[in-house]
């Protein structure tokens, strides 16, 4: 890929006053009617060696210096986030002028918001306790009344909701089955025997008497 100027990142700085620079573009493909990313390196000088791994450079063509090398550093668009000695350096003087102006740094501010979460994790978990020793205390001191206590809160919350438990009026039904006398009960000559056990309604005696008494009201309708 030929140009002037191009604006990579730096992927590699191990050679000296050289570096090496991924440059993205695009191309399109007729035959799948679609567009395809491709990388393309170039070897670049460096005269400063000021450049890191993940850099964004900007890149020009110049003379060729070597067999590969046509392309120069221009500027360095962005720095990537490397600790280095003079980094650290910048940030303990920082660190420095900041305490002696009476402003906290970024550590102080840190170290204390990860108490008071400590603090107020303690807090919460304490609270939870004391919640579940209530709870127990409650279901030990409750016992038996629980129960109760439920079907009244039931029962009112229908009142209060207007649903009234459907009633039913005990009626007492007799049947009365006739049946047809057997075998036994009838008299050789093929008539009914009036001595038999079985009574008029179908029903033997001692079926008849485990029959409850109607009440008198009963009687009289």
Known sequence: MGGSKFVGRVVSNRMQKTVVVAVDY??????????????????????????????????????????????????VLRKVNVYSPEYGAQQVAAATQAAAAGSRSRIDLAEEQY???QERLLRLQSLRA?????????????????????????????????VTKPTFTAARII???VAKPSNASR??????NPSSDVTSSGL????SAALPTPHASETST
């Open 204 to 207: 033997s005696s001692s079926e």
């Open 130 to 162: 004391q919640y579940e020793q209530d709870q127990a205390a409650a279901e030990l001191a409750g016992g038996g009344s629980s129960s109760s206590s439920s079907s009244s809160s039931s029962s009112s919350s229908r009142l209060a909701a207007g």
């Open 26 to 75: 695009v191309v399109w493909r007729p035959k799948i009617k679609a567009y395809e990313k491709r990388i393309s390196k170039h070897f670049a000088h460096d005269e400063r060696q000021a450049c890191d791994i993940g850099d964004t450079v900007r890149i020009k063509w110049t003379r060729r210096r070597s067999k590969h090398k046509s392309y120069a550093v221009e500027e």
């Open 115 to 117: 108490k008071q979460a």
């Open 175 to 177: 049947v009365t089955q």
């Open 187 to 192: 008299s050789p000559d093929g008539s009914d």
